[in-house]
């Protein structure tokens, strides 16, 4: 295939030929029933390319803001009807004063007040068999100590021995003296006791009724609750403004659908006109055509009108909706003359 003496691909000579020629076929004379064509017929004529770009944005906008704004409410009643719940679960938790930390503290507390006899008496005996004044360890390295200081005048390894057992003696002395303050640091005290075991029962209790394992996860788990509240009462403000976005949004988009609605009754007008011009040579001299228009209740994707083709072919005939009244070839000769009106709108040079 060729275009002006140059080679061309089947694509190339295809996409020529929908901007150079219309092949007109049977079933294309249904289209003329359908709104969505009748609409397509207008804007073409009235040159609306930009002013419905226009408005599909600013619709698109409108109608993904209806789309948050639903959700939200959706999200927002949800979360209401838990609101009572969780209100109730983070003031026991808020409650209870966790601290991160506590629970092994606790723990290894009430295991110590639970042996505290034991470990006193086994504390005490550590400390006596260093301090004891009938030959406790540490009386028994002084001696020693004291030895070696004396042999050191005849006997040269005897220095470094006393160096290091004089570091043993100081390094048993501080273990004994921290012995003693463990042990006057124990004592048996129930109640205590009691005040721990009972802290530590309301945090297990708290563990079991939330399925944690952790303290750490019963803060996670307080912080989360405060979250949800936190939402739950910004949820109101939220909605307030995407209301307000989406009725600002709203009156856009009514605006850009009146400057569609002014092209196209403009263009309805001139539609009639030509159009009973064009239909009185193919052998229908007493035709009538009128486009009514209204509004929808609320604008869709093509703006916010209606559009109904009424045709009469009898010059005292009721107009009537086209596909009620036409004719097989009445429809056809009404869909070739809009088909020539629109060639000539967008430069459409033949018609088959």
Known sequence: AFINDTPASLAQVKELGEQLIDVHSQHQNLLLNKEGFQLNVLDILAHNDAALAKYRLCYDEWKQTDR??????????KSRSDEDYIRFQLEQLEEACLVEGEQEELEQEAETLSHAEEIKAGLYRVEQSFASDEGGLL???????????????VYQPAKELTER?????IELKDISHEVSLQSDSV?????RLDEVNERLNLIYSLQQKHRVQTLDELIALTDEYRSKLSDITSYDERIAELTARKEEQYKQVK?????????RTKAAREVEKQLAARLIPLGMPNVRFQIEMGLKKEPGLQGEDTVNF??????????QNISS?????EIARVML???AMIAGAVKLPTIV
Do not use: C, H, W
Not at 68 to 77: D, I, K, P
């Open 255 to 263: 605006q850009q659908a009146e400057v569609l609605t002014k092209a």
């Open 165 to 169: 057992m004089e570091s043993a003696y």
């Open 139 to 153: 009386s028994y390295l002084k001696d020693s100590l004291n030895t070696l200081n004396n042999l050191q005048r």
């Open 337 to 339: 003359s809009i088909k």
């Open 187 to 191: 004592e048996f005290n129930p109640v």
């Open 68 to 77: 948050e704004l639903a959700e939200l409410v959706s999200l927002a009643e």
């Open 325 to 329: 009244v036409a004719s097989g070839g």
């Open 310 to 319: 009424l045709f009469s072919a009898n010059k005292n005939g009721t107009l």
